[in-house]
């Protein structure tokens, strides 16, 4: 296609799906570098996007705006761009995309139901929510109209961030050599167990590591990781630095363990050794995309603990696992059996493993 002057990436979702649509952005900077790229997402998910070279500006509309606000954002979008691609199948994301652009690309869950988003849309693609990985799935809306799809998930901490993460290991005297454990997911369903936490703790400190734990400003979880370094002998940096500083702390880190959250995405993204820990979500479709994976196949199985690259993924024990429910409740904030029953012993042998590969390069 021509090169567009304008283009606007459309993703109205959480923090991990913003963060694996930046290899769209880097995809269509790439092709067309002079070309301006912005973003739309919903407010408090910006800050995954701080720092990324491929943007111009970052869009950000509430997820439950009212009218006034959503008058706002139409004044601003309007037929403003040559290019509009919507990441998200959602109604939303593809009004806006058709509110937008000159030229309308975007995911579509092709059900009869869903048939209405073809028409606002001058391209469509299939959405498969189960057997395609999300960077891929994003990456086939690019390649849709011909633009060469690059699977880079960019995570770019600005100056500012750097030596907020540098100030915050300093204050606590935390030295070259540490690990990070970023052990609470926004949903209790993807938690491990607390004494898993503290048994790797201990243990990456005989490794001669200093243990670093990082988190959110929500009180229950600084007031978990608050506990957790307590009993850890941890340095605890949780709810004290912005994402984008977070980062810049992981990207210093030896190892990096974590759940199946955004934190770990980002781990994955700057190339550290990377543990994640799965449960009843799909690695197939959100494991972490390792850091350089070129590759437009899935590199991750619906079952089983795996490895790519700089990451391995560690998946709960039970026969039912990926059960991609939200708990053996049904609901957010129930436990999971699968990884309530983990052993500390398998996350450590893989740590290790980690650790010797790291120490051999």
């Known amino acids: 296609m021509k090169s567009p002057r304008r283009a606007l990436i459309v993703v109205p979702r959480r923090l991990g799906d913003v963060l694996l649509a930046t290899p769209v952005m880097r995809s269509l900077k790439r092709a067309f570098p002079e070309c301006a790229v912005d973003a739309l ?13 491929d943007l ?46 000159h030229i309308r690309v975007g995911l579509v869950i092709d059900e009869t139901k869903h048939a209405w ?19 891929v799935m994003h990456l086939r809306a690019a390649e849709a109209i011909g633009i060469p799809p690059r699977a880079e998930v960019i995570v770019a901490p600005r100056a500012e961030d750097k030596q907020a993460a540098r100030a915050a290991l300093a204050q606590r005297g935390v030295a070259a050599k540490y690990a990070v454990l970023h052990p609470f997911p926004k949903f209790r369903y993807k938690r491990w167990h607390d004494q898993g936490w503290i048994e790797v703790a201990h243990r990456l400190k005989q490794h001669g590591l200093q243990i670093v734990i990082t988190g959110g400003v929500d ?64 690695p197939l479709k959100w494991g972490p995309w390792p850091h350089q994976y070129t590759d437009l196949s899935n590199p991750w199985r619906h079952v089983g603990s795996q490895h790519h690259g700089n990451v391995h993924i560690v998946q709960g024990n039970a026969l039912c696992t990926p059960c991609f429910l939200e708990g053996c409740d049904r609901h957010t904030d129930s436990a999971s059996d699968c990884l309530t029953g983990l052993p500390a012993r398998r996350v450590i042998d893989v740590l290790e493993r980690q650790l010797a590969a790291a120490h051999a390069t």
């Open 41 to 53: 997402v919903f407010a408090g998910t910006e800050a995954v996007l701080a720092g990324n070279p």
């Open 56 to 101: 111009e500006h970052v869009l950000t509309i509430a997820e439950r705006p009212d009218v006034g606000a959503h008058l706002a954002l139409l004044g601003r979008i309007f037929r403003r761009y040559d290019l509009a691609l919507s990441l998200v199948p959602g109604d939303r994301s593809t009004l806006y995309a058709w509110l937008a652009g």
């Open 117 to 135: 988003k073809k028409w606002l849309l001058n391209r469509w693609v299939p959405f498969d929510n189960r057997n395609v990985h999300t960077v």
């Open 219 to 282: 009180a229950a979880e600084r007031a978990y990781c608050a506990t957790l370094a307590a009993r850890a002998g941890a340095a605890d940096l949780a709810g004290t630095l912005t994402l984008p500083a977070t980062a810049a702390v992981i990207a210093g880190a030896i190892v990096y363990l974590g759940p199946d959250t955004v934190t770990t995405h980002l781990a994955a993204a700057l190339g550290i050794p990377v543990v994640a820990l799965f449960g009843p979500g799909d």
